[in-house]
């Protein structure tokens, strides 16, 4: 892979240090142009790395075309307007989720896409994971049989031992609480390992007394456009002390020949249950899968595939259209959770 200069637009954002850190330990990247529209935040992110240096203008970079593609870690509704002017201008683009503000933002940058054949690529880590690409391959080739149903939960740490005044927790700035900022990720990788949402109902509600104007708890039932049924469950709901987690993380996923269930953080695999005939005689049993840790930064790995789509022109591993469906999904939730409704999703 050729050395890379690689424009960050703006670095004030939660997963800012992560990403900073990848772009710094990924040698294929010669430059690293940054701009912030607080030039000392922008300073104090290039300090201390040979290959950073802060710019004045990130504009010109972007229509002059002196980059080859570009970082955006801004608030949402600033990412959206952002990717759209570097994608219109044919660059590629990765940003951290859900990548826009609203749906009809990133319709936008869909369109731009389709006009320039750039990418927007958000990152959705889990797509790449060992077990993932596993668990695909399973449901793909049928040992679950006819899928029937599925869950998925990401519980974490409540708004009381964060930072309730963060951009993460305003409505105008986030577009939406914990379903927008974590839950994206699971109804990503449902849509990934199952296929599109047709249906959504939901409640969704603000259970903490923090003065925030997002949800910190949800539950949401899908309908895949083959059928399946399902769950997603996430909340800021735990206060961790000793022997209590911080979070609680599963997919299961049901069909008529048998079961996946994986806790992602528990370090000991899936578990699977079938009576696919190509598994006779192991109804269940426990599946570790090698997962190297990384520690070259927030979602290394993603990061480098990214890279290398952006260097062979082809599509990243996750693209606008993964982020609209997205957001499509979490909108159409909170649509049902205020209407009291199922919501249909075109397909």
């Known amino acids: 892979?050729?050395?890379?200069?690689?424009?960050?637009?703006?670095?004030?954002?939660p997963h800012g240090g992560g990403h900073l850190h990848t772009l710094r330990n990924t040698p294929d990247i010669d430059r690293l142009l940054i701009w912030d529209a607080d030039p000392d935040?922008?300073?104090?992110?290039?300090?201390?790395?040979?290959?950073?240096?802060?710019?004045?203008?990130?504009?010109?970079?972007?229509?002059?075309?002196?980059?080859?593609?570009?970082?955006?870690?801004l608030p949402n509704r600033d990412a959206g307007p952002a990717t759209l002017k570097a994608?219109?201008?044919?660059?590629?683009?990765?940003?951290?989720?859900?990548?826009?503000?609203?749906?009809?933002?990133?319709?936008?940058?869909?369109?731009?896409?389709?006009?320039?054949?750039a990418y927007f690529c958000p990152c959705y880590p889990w797509r790449v994971d060992p077990i993932v690409r596993e668990i695909k391959g399973l449901i793909d080739t049928g040992v679950l049989g006819d899928l029937w149903s599925f869950e998925a939960k990401w519980l974490t740490s409540q708004v009381a031992l964060r930072d309730a005044s963060n951009w993460l927790f305003h409505d105008d700035v986030a577009g939406g609480g914990i379903l927008a900022w974590l839950g994206c990720h699971w109804i990503d990788l449902l849509v990934y390992?199952?296929?599109?949402?047709?249906?959504?109902?939901?409640?969704?509600?603000?259970?903490?007394?923090?003065?925030?104007?997002?949800?910190?708890?949800?539950?949401?039932?899908?309908?895949?456009?083959?059928?399946?049924?399902?769950?997603?469950?996430?909340?800021?709901?735990?206060?961790?002390?000793?022997?209590?987690d911080d979070s609680d993380l599963c997919l299961s996923f049901e069909g008529h020949l048998g079961s996946i269930y994986w806790p992602p953080h528990a370090d000991k695999g899936y578990r699977l249950r079938t009576g696919h005939p190509d598994y006779a005689g192991v109804s269940s049993r426990w599946v570790q899968l090698q997962r190297v840790?990384?520690?070259?930064?927030?979602?290394?790995?993603?990061?480098?595939?990214?890279?290398?789509?952006?260097?062979?022109?082809?599509?990243?591993?996750?693209?606008?259209?993964?982020?609209?469906?997205?957001?499509?999904?979490?909108?159409?939730a909170y649509a049902s959770s205020l209407g009291g409704q199922h919501i249909t999703i075109e397909a």
């Open 87 to 117: 994608v219109r201008a044919g660059l590629y683009v990765y940003g951290d989720k859900p990548g826009a503000r609203t749906s009809d933002q990133m319709r936008l940058i869909v369109q731009a896409a389709q006009a320039t054949g």
């Open 41 to 73: 935040k922008a300073r104090v992110a290039a300090d201390g790395n040979p290959k950073a240096e802060v710019v004045d203008d990130i504009d010109s970079l972007i229509e002059q075309r002196g980059l080859d593609a570009v970082v955006v870690l």
């Open 193 to 244: 390992l199952l296929g599109p949402v047709a249906q959504v109902a939901a409640k969704v509600s603000t259970r903490c007394r923090e003065d925030i104007d997002v949800e910190d708890t949800a539950s949401v039932i899908l309908q895949t456009a083959s059928g399946a049924i399902g769950t997603v469950r996430a909340g800021y709901t735990h206060k961790p002390f000793e022997g209590y």
């Open 293 to 332: 840790k990384d520690d070259q930064g927030y979602s290394h790995a993603f990061f480098q595939a990214f890279l290398r789509a952006v260097t062979q022109g082809v599509a990243p591993p996750a693209t606008q259209q993964d982020a609209l469906r997205v957001m499509q999904v979490y909108e159409a």
């Open 1 to 13: 892979m050729s050395s890379l200069t690689i424009g960050v637009w703006g670095v004030d954002h």
